[in-house]
């Protein structure tokens, strides 16, 4: 799949499924700015993608709305705007329902909703201007239920499930598709959360109609796809890529 030309914005962009998702844009001919708070990884992240294309890194606390504007304009001033925008960043702290203050449920939202919604509101004229722009959240398995001490996460995971279909028919007469990516579990970091990674991965594989773990390819794949072309009248939708979860 080809995608030359455009050019995709990336939040969580080092993180387990961020990392793989960026290096296929970039090898699918696209450039790829990619945005996280770990300059460390971003610099070894511009480093392995140089070997197809270009990929700048920015180190972005997405908490701080105001420098996620900022840069934004920035970015935008420096090199045009944005065909693609991938909202990835998340962060999922585990405990009893009890144990989360307000402050900690309010900084979830403001990583995995507010600053997507930022993000919209700094690359949206552009693509308004154009009549294009492809819109990807990522949501999670986790919303259909099955996990329990991870309340904040699921409320900001079906929180950009109603963002997508509210944009896909806000942004639609604009030539603009929105629409969400839903992982299964995907073995990255995240899964260190769980205090038996055996029991865990048979847990994963019961609820599973194929069984074998998924990758961050396969959800690197969906996020192509629905930026590209071939998506271009697929809007306001759901896509869940966990093989066969929620059919059980």
């Known amino acids: 799949m080809k995608l030359d030309g455009k050019r995709v914005l990336l939040t969580g962009a080092t993180g387990g499924l961020g990392w793989e998702a960026a290096l296929a844009f970039v090898r699918a001919g696209a450039t790829v700015e990619a945005l996280d708070i770990q300059p460390e990884k971003g610099r070894r992240l511009e480093d392995a993608a140089s070997k197809w294309g270009s990929l700048f890194y920015a180190d972005v606390d997405l908490r701080d709305l105001q420098a996620v504007a900022e840069n934004l304009t920035s970015i935008i001033s420096a090199r045009g705007g944005l065909d693609v925008l991938i909202n ?9 329902f009890e144990e989360y203050s307000l402050e900690e449920y309010r900084e979830v939202q403001t990583v995995n909703v507010e600053a997507a919604v930022a993000c ?6 552009e693509m308004k ?53 839903s992982p299964g579990a995907i073995p990255t970091d995240a899964e ?45 939708q759901l896509l869940n890529v966990d093989g066969g979860w929620v059919m059980h």
Do not use: C
């Open 88 to 96: 990835n960043a998340a962060i999922y702290p585990a405990r009893t």
């Open 192 to 236: 260190k959360i769980h205090p038996d990674p055996a029991g865990y991965n048979q847990f994963v594989l019961d609820r599973q109609a194929l069984k074998r773990r998924g990758s961050p390819e396969d959800i690197a794949n969906a996020m192509l796809f629905l930026g590209s072309d071939y998506s271009s009248f697929i809007t306001g």
């Open 120 to 125: 919209v509101k700094a690359l949206l004229p």
């Open 129 to 181: 201007a154009r009549r294009h722009g492809r819109i990807i959240n990522v949501a999670s398995v986790t919303f259909y239920g099955g996990w329990a001490n991870l309340y904040p996460y699921v409320a900001s995971k079906g929180a950009l499930v109603g963002l997508t279909r509210a944009w896909a028919r806000e942004f639609g007469p604009h030539g603009i598709t929105v629409n969400a990516v």
